[in-house]
């Protein structure tokens, strides 16, 4: 073989490999891709004319809807939840630094000092805040209050769990560990309708963490959620005498429980699964029917790549097939199609699940 046909059999076995990787890395990424992502971009914790200080960063970790807004939550300041217009999160397919519409103080005796989840039950926000990196009650509480969207107010604000609900907590992850518990993170929060009672409904709270410490050879990072029935009564949220560790499963290695949302139109409970290594960050979307759920049964992939490079920590439905993510990235500065994210604002994507 003359030394011409020999390079010009070196580029065609080149060039074949490199369209057989390019045609397997389409392919791989269209296997994993399950949604179709409408609109994106990143909130602002800050209205347009406030100056955030150094300090002052937005790491978002829960969303919820109520009404025509979507409740978001600050987990490095827990004195106040924002408050965000669904038509301005639509207004353009990709947009930066939305600001909030409103704010929501949480004055004393309410105030926590981290906010991990959010849940809309009834006419009631519900919030809960929990241990990080420590075990004091004070980083651990469960409030409610009532959004008027008319007067765009809040009200009846009481707490819905004291001291107890560590206790029991503390029992039901103890019994179903070799070791016992000290220390636990509720990450997610749910409220799903009873599968025995038509009149009944269900509070899930999802454990990220439980174990000896916050430490990461010190716990478990697997899916384990905790329900309680919930009732409207004399004007209060009470919560039921009936807890029990509902669900536990195992997920793959360091992705942990961010966020819980029920779809009742499709009867599904849908997660986020958050992943971070250092600044290294990935999500998924996955989704159980209730049935399946209260028997213990694996989760289905719903999404493993929208949220490529970013933490999604907050879930919300707003309808029509659609869901608002959030992330919390931390204070890094993660990559976004124009440019990379300052401290002070998350990314957001509204998407819609491609049927399988």
């Known amino acids: 073989m003359t030394k011409n046909k020999t390079v010009l059999l070196k580029y065609i076995i080149i060039f074949f490999v490199i369209i057989m990787s390019i045609l397997f890395i389409k392919e791989n990424i269209k296997t994993k891709t399950q949604s ?20 002052m960063t937005c790491e ?15 987990d490095k300041d827990g004195d106040q939840l924002l408050m965000y217009d669904i038509g301005s999160l639509k207004q353009k397919p990709y947009q930066r630094k939305v600001n909030p519409s409103l704010k ?37 509480k469960a409030i409610a209050f009532k959004f008027n969207e008319i007067t765009k107010k809040a009200s009846d604000f009481h707490e819905i769990a004291d001291a107890k609900l560590h206790a029991i907590l503390k029992k039901l992850l103890s019994n179903a560990s ?11 929060s749910a409220i799903v309708p009873s599968q ?23 716990n478990e990072s697997s ?5 309680v029935s919930i009732t409207e009564k004399n004007g209060r949220v009470e919560l039921g005498d009936d807890w029990k560790l509902l669900y536990t499963r195992e997920h793959a290695k ?11 139109e499709d009867k599904h409970l849908y997660a986020l699964l958050a992943y971070e290594k250092g600044t290294n960050y990935t999500g998924k979307l996955i989704k159980i029917s209730l049935t399946d759920l209260f028997q213990n049964k694996p989760f289905t ?32 500065e993660t990559p976004l199609p124009d440019g990379k994210r300052d401290i002070t604002e998350s990314a957001f994507w509204i998407i819609k699940p491609v049927a399988k």
């Open 36 to 55: 179709h992502i409408t609109h994106s971009g990143t909130v602002s914790c800050f209205n347009a004319n406030e100056k955030p200080t150094e300090k």
């Open 60 to 74: 978002l970790s829960s969303a919820s809807r109520i009404g025509n807004y979507v409740i978001l939550a600050n």
């Open 104 to 140: 929501i103080p949480l004055a004393k005796p309410f105030f926590v000092k981290k906010i991990e989840t959010t849940s809309v039950f009834e006419n009631w926000v519900l919030t809960f805040s929990s241990y990080d990196r420590t075990t004091e009650l004070a980083y651990t």
């Open 178 to 188: 070799k070791d016992p518990v000290e220390y636990f993170k509720i990450e997610a």
């Open 196 to 218: 025995t009672s038509a009149n009944e409904q269900i509070l899930l709270l999802g454990i990220r963490e439980a174990g000896k410490s916050y430490k990461e050879d010190e």
């Open 223 to 227: 899916t384990k959620i905790v329900a």
């Open 254 to 264: 360091d992705f942990g429980l961010s966020s819980l949302e029920y779809n009742k």
């Open 301 to 332: 992939s719903v999404d493993e790549v929208s949220f490529h490079n970013h933490k999604p920590e907050g879930l919300t439905y707003l309808g029509d097939n659609s869901y608002f993510i959030i992330s919390d990235d931390d204070r890094t």
